[in-house]
Each structure stands twice: as C-alpha cells, then as structure tokens.
C-alpha cells in the first residue's frame, strides 16, 4: 500500500490513497496501453528513479490495480480488471489536461505510451462511425504510431506500415487536434508535413481526434 494517509473515509480519498503517489498514475496510463515489462515501463518513463519504479509496482500490485503475469520466461506487468476500470478516469484526465498544454519545456519528450493515450482520449466514435475506415502513420517527435479507424474501432498500435496517410509533426499536432488551425494551415505552416497520401485525410484525421482547448 502506498504510505500516503490523509486521515479521511471517502472514495476519492480512497483512490488517492492508492494511486496518488507519484508516478502511479503514468505507470497505469502505459498499461492500459498494454502488459509491459519492467524495463520497458523505466523506458518509458525516463526520469524515474529505478527504486521509486520498483516500488510503485509494489504498491499498485499490493492495491488489486495490477498484477505480474509470467509469459514465456518472462516477467509482465499489466493492469487487473479492477485496474482497467481506471481507463475512462485516465481518459478524462487526458483531455482536461490537453486544455492546460501550452509549449513542451526542452527536457520533455513524447512517448509512444503518452500520444496513444491521448488519441484515445480524443477520439470521437460517433463521428468516425460515419467516415470510411482509415488507416494513418504518424510520426510525433520520436513516437511512431499505426493508428487504424474502422467504423467506432480504434487500434493505435507502434511502429510504422501501410497507410492511407502517413505524416509527421512535433508538439504543436495539439494545435490541429484542438481545432485552433484547420488541416489545411497546418500542412501550410509547417505543423504537419504530409509524407505520404492525400492532404484531404488530414481533415478526416481531425474530425475524428478533437479536443477542445
């Protein structure tokens, strides 16, 4: 159990107190992208320190939220079903968060875990059940990303393949998923550089992945 104790009886004190401690919740948040193991949970998160990583694992392993499963000589972390029922409370973090973004400090990166996540918290199903199914590869700073839409279906898996459209962008993509600049001005300020397919996708990208600022 983590050793916060802010003396109170409630849910959300409650829920604190299990996943409050830092670090917790960025631990989770790269789960509900899938199982990991231990070094690819400290890769992911870059800066933390390896016995504070060692000992969120316990602790969240300790509150039902997530569980070692051995998978073929080796060790997995990965999220409980208790665990999983955190994704939409993770989601909505991620989308009030995005309201607050402004410029990245010059030590921040984005992961392949973080951008996943936050496709998956602006992802519209009720417009994309009416758009064609699409496939896009997006390269975002160091983070390659095959995102596949099919019907109210998305799959954002990593890596690079076969796409209708391939682009690439840095920080600034918040600005085209926020609808501050339509797609056609992004590819024209440079925000979004198209490699591959037609420009005309990007606008069916921002149609399905739109969070407001």
């Given at each position: 159990m983590a050793s916060r104790d802010y003396g109170q009886y409630g849910g959300v004190t409650q829920a604190l107190e299990l996943i409050g401690e830092r670090?917790?919740?960025?631990?989770?948040?790269?789960?509900?992208?899938?199982?990991?193991?231990?070094?690819?949970?400290?890769?992911?998160?870059?800066?933390?320190?390896?016995?504070?990583?060692?000992?969120?694992l316990k602790e969240l392993q300790a509150a039902g939220v997530?569980?070692?499963?051995?998978?073929?000589?080796?060790?997995?972390?990965?999220?409980?079903?208790?665990g999983r029922e955190l994704e939409p409370v993770v989601l909505a973090l991620g989308a009030w968060g995005f309201k607050a973004l402004g410029?990245?400090?010059?030590?921040?990166?984005?992961?392949?875990?973080?951008?996943t996540i936050d496709l998956r918290a602006a992802f519209r199903a009720p417009v994309a059940a009416a758009l064609p199914a699409t496939s896009?590869?997006?390269?975002?700073?160091?983070?390659?990303?095959?995102?596949r839409v099919d019907g109210s279906s998305l799959d954002v898996r990593?890596?690079?393949?076969?796409?209708?459209?391939?682009?690439?962008?840095?920080?600034?993509?918040?600005?085209?998923?926020?609808?501050?600049?339509?797609p056609e001005r992004a590819i024209q300020s440079g925000v979004v550089e198209v490699l591959r397919g037609p420009d005309a996708l990007l606008d069916r990208f921002a149609d399905t992945f739109h969070l407001a600022a």
């Open positions: 670090w917790a919740l960025l631990i989770i948040r790269d789960l509900l992208v899938g199982p990991r193991r231990y070094g690819e949970l400290a890769a992911g998160l870059q800066r933390i320190p390896s016995n504070i990583l060692a000992t969120r997530i569980r070692r499963a051995p998978r073929s000589r080796v060790i997995l972390y990965e999220l409980t079903p208790y410029d990245p400090r010059e030590e921040q990166v984005i992961t392949p875990d973080a951008m896009y590869a997006a390269r975002v700073g160091a983070a390659e990303l095959l995102i990593r890596g690079d393949g076969p796409a209708d459209l391939a682009f690439a962008a840095g920080p600034d993509i918040r600005r085209l998923i926020s609808g501050e600049l339509a």
